[in-house]
């Protein structure tokens, strides 16, 4: 893979849900393959419910751990509004992979703003390659609404192309996600992973 | 086998490979998980100061005699460590001392975005910029052999994308130092003016051996390319340059201060076009003109935010990408918000009840500036508040004081507000301070502190009362309030604004994050609802309104059920809670 070919990755949600984990997850798959890697997660006061990105980007040399607009090959969106809100990070012939859950944002949540209601419709026509599906329903489904980022991970390992099996990745989640909660990790993963 | 990790968790192996004896720190972003790595390793001391200067003289006193020390803080974290920095760079160490300062251009939690390049200039001291994690466990190792052999503390200086980015590390061995005998030397260590003066010289002189250092070290190193285009920067622009201008000839900046002046020179020399790109302050590039060499630099780019790969390609190659694929419209933002069943809630649901003018200060608390709550003032810097409260009554008069109250954490008010609330004892202020008592540094991640009976590696320790220290302060009036328990709280603060000594009132409830236990939700009855709108005043984020005219609901899946809402509501049988 020459410097032209970092393939770069975006993961897109809201403080709480868990992408810092998926990022994890994701970039030590990535290792096992042997690739160069770059990771760059913000923490911090976006931890407390507000929107929060993390970035991957892989090959055989990696210099920026930042994406520029116009440049990701996979958005994951763990909310409706931020997988929205990620897309002009989108290169063209990119896929966009979107948990259709709305998560009211405080202005939202007090009504002095609206949640946009025509962002389902504005992906499915905006010409990128576009998974929607209910994330949150296939992580309750699993047992606990905790586990979407597993979902979200299972979901782009099934459609990164990178031939992953699923074994691999289960035990790379067995490395990262406490004893305790493994079980539903795993589950959620699956259910992801078998969702498209 | 080379790991992933963080350029936090290799400043932390790099200190433990260097042999480190000692890391004091405080925390604050994005500096924090340097402290909580280097805590995971037996062999090594590791400790939260209560603020960062004790945290740099913990290490100071260590490299003194003789072990290897690392401070670690914040950009702001150095201001408040800036006195003992100053003076130690004229005395010097015996063993390595490290002061890790974690910048954050583009301010992602911050209140500013000062340059502390700056600072370490200022205080005469090497200053390295790594530019990813190898880089940092590296650098960490170099800043120790350079603070040996020029008897310097010296200046590491990550910024928020380095800190918190991952990327590839090979993890070494731990080298072990002889610890030397300690042996006393006051006219090295005494700072009085007949000692300080010739340190001054040694200072000097010692700069001057640091720049001839500078132009030899490999930390500075030519990248030859293309003539045409020649760019000197240092820490994460470096990447940023590779990946934009990948023909670029590069002079890459390890060692930033002091500057190596001829390879400055040189590689001036040899490009057509000379670029100085760095984040923020002008640090290099002034430097480098005032030594006549023609630059482009703040003339293109900000001295504002962080700069990006595309920002470059977008100045220096006109490339402007326009997006594939937007939403034509704007979409709502979506700000960070107190969490639901946060015990902060409850105290700005009271002070906002009482309509008075709240002095805040840093922490989870400050999002109670936020709408609806919007019951803050004003927020400057840790432990600011309570000398503002008294500022504010010296101007406007006891009245206003009584109107008035100071709002500080309690990891804030250890780090810097005991001092403030001395000030109002002494100089006979009336203010009325509120410690949010929530048994944890919360902002930053949830760290120990002296109230909370553990140290960083999670061991007991003595854990400090706030009521005694407060008491021991000279206030008289102290009173301690669950901040749920809206009726009492507001009691108390209506008695204690009206009196004319000063008081302090203990919000004490615990973080909810620490609760983690799930309490069964709450539930909105939209058949006894009133629509008086008065739940979705405290902005829990559970609440949410559905419409004009219609009663609002809780979503299950985000109430904690900490029964706020239930107390605001005050109307039997509305909000009940499921199961009950
Ligand atoms: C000088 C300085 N050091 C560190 C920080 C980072 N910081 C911001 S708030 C905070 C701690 C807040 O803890 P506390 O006062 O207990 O409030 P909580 O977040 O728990 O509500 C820290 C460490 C800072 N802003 N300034
Ligand atoms: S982390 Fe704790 S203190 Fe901070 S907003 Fe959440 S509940 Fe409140
Ligand atoms: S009980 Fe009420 S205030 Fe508390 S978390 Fe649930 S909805 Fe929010």
């Known amino acids: 893979m020459a410097q032209s070919e970092v393939k770069s990755i975006l993961i897109a949600g ?11 997850v994701l970039s030590r798959l990535l290792l096992q393959k042997g690739y160069d890697i770059k990771v760059s997660e913000i923490h911090g006061m976006s931890q407390r419910g507000g929107s929060v990105v993390t970035q991957v980007r892989y090959g055989d040399k990696v210099h920026s751990p930042i994406i520029a607009p116009n440049s990701a090959d996979d958005i994951i969106g763990f909310e409706l509004l931020e997988g929205v809100r990620a897309l002009p990070y989108l290169k063209e012939g990119g896929t966009i992979i979107v948990n259709e859950q709305k998560i009211n944002p405080m202005p939202v949540v007090i009504g002095k703003a609206t949640y946009p209601d025509d962002l389902k419709d504005f992906l499915c026509h905006c010409g990128a390659k576009v998974k929607l599906f209910d994330a949150h329903l296939l992580a309750m489904e699993a047992g606990n609404a905790k586990c979407l980022n597993m979902v979200m991970l299972g979901a782009w390992a099934k459609n990164a192309g990178l031939e992953f099996n699923e074994e691999e990745c289960l035990n790379i989640i067995a490395n990262n996600v406490p004893q305790k909660f493994l079980n539903v990790n795993i589950d959620g993963f699956k259910r992801g992973y078998h969702a498209f | 086998m080379k790991q992933l990790m963080t350029g936090n968790e290799a400043i932390a192996l790099g200190a433990w490979e260097a042999g480190v004896n000692v ?4 925390p604050g972003t994005p500096s924090t998980e340097i402290t909580e790595n ?3 390793y037996d062999e090594l001391y590791a400790e939260w100061a209560p603020n960062e200067k004790v945290a740099l003289e913990v290490a100071i006193g260590a490299a003194i005699t003789g072990g290897r020390a690392m401070a670690c803080m914040k950009h702001v974290g150095v201001n408040v460590a800036m006195d003992p920095l100053l003076t130690v760079a004229f005395s010097g160490i015996e063993g390595g001392l490290v002061l890790i300062t974690a910048d954050d251009p583009g301010m992602h939690s911050s209140q500013n975005e000062q340059d502390n390049r700056r600072l370490g200039r200022f205080a005469k001291i090497p200053v390295l910029e790594p530019a990813d994690s190898a880089e940092c466990r590296d650098f960490v190792k170099a800043a120790f052999v350079i603070s040996e052999t020029f008897d310097t503390p010296v200046m590491l200086r990550l910024t928020t994308r380095v800190a918190h980015s991952q990327s590839l590390v090979e993890k070494g061995e731990r080298v072990l130092r002889e ?3 300690y042996q006393k030397n006051p006219q090295k260590y005494v700072m009085v003016p007949a000692n300080a003066k010739p340190r001054h010289t040694v200072a000097e002189e010692r700069l001057l051996k640091l720049k001839a250092y500078s132009d030899e070290t490999e930390l500075n190193r030519v ?9 000197i920067c240092s820490g994460i622009v470096y990447p940023y340059v590779k990946d934009a201008l990948p023909d670029a000839s590069v002079l890459k900046i390890g060692l930033s201060n002091p500057l190596p002046e001829q390879k400055i020179r040189d590689f001036a020399a040899s490009v057509k076009t000379l670029y100085v790109i760095e984040e923020l302050d002008d640090v290099m590039e002034e430097q480098i003109r005032a030594m006549g060499i023609k630059t482009h630099g703040k003339d293109i780019f900000s001295l504002e935010g962080e700069i990006f790969p595309e920002t470059i390609r977008e100045k220096l190659c006109d490339e402007k990408t326009a997006p594939a694929y937007r939403y034509g419209k ?15 809630r409850g105290t700005f649901y009271v002070l906002k009840q009482a309509k008075v003018n709240v002095l805040g200060d840093i922490g989870c608390y400050t999002l109670g500036a ?3 709550l919007g019951a803050i003032d004003t927020t400057i810097c840790m432990g600011a508040g309570i000398g503002m409260a008294l500022g504010m009554e010296k101007v406007r008069g006891k009245d206003f004081a009584k109107q008035t109250v100071a709002v500080i954490g309690d990891s804030t008010f250890i780090h810097s507000g005991i001092t403030g609330l001395i000030d109002a004892v002494y100089n006979n202020g009336c203010t009325t301070t509120i410690i949010l008592d929530n048994h944890i540094t919360a902002m930053t991640g949830h760290q120990q502190n002296p109230l909370t009976g553990f140290t960083v590696k999670g061991e007991p320790a003595r854990k400090l009362q706030l009521e005694t220290i407060v008491k021991g302060l000279g206030i008289d009036r102290v009173s301690v309030v669950d901040p749920f ?14 009196t004319e000594e000063p008081s302090v009132i203990i919000a004490r409830r615990p973080c909810e994050l620490l609760l983690k236990g799930a309490k069964g939700a709450c539930y909105i009855n939209p058949e006894l609802c009133l629509r008086c709108g008065k739940c979705l005043k405290i902005g829990c984020p559970a609440i949410e309104k559905t419409g004009v005219g219609k009663a609002p609901i809780i979503r299950s899946e985000l109430c904690v059920g900490c029964g706020l809402c239930q107390k605001v509501c005050g109307n039997d049988g509305v909000i009940t809670k499921v199961g009950e």
């Open chain 2, 370 to 372: 936020l709408p609806p």
């Open chain 2, 38 to 40: 280097a805590a995971k």
């Open chain 2, 179 to 181: 610890l030397p005998p």
């Open chain 1, 14 to 24: 809201v403080g709480g849900q868990g992408t810092v984990l998926t990022a994890r």
């Open chain 2, 23 to 26: 890391v004091a720190a405080y």
């Open chain 2, 485 to 498: 328990d809206l009726k009492t709280f507001a009691q108390i603060l209506k008695a204690d604004l009206s």
């Open chain 2, 223 to 231: 990248e030859k390319n293309s003539a045409a285009i020649g760019v």
């Open chain 2, 330 to 344: 704007e979409l709502v933002v979506r700000p960070p918000v107190l969490c639901a069943g946060c015990p902060h």
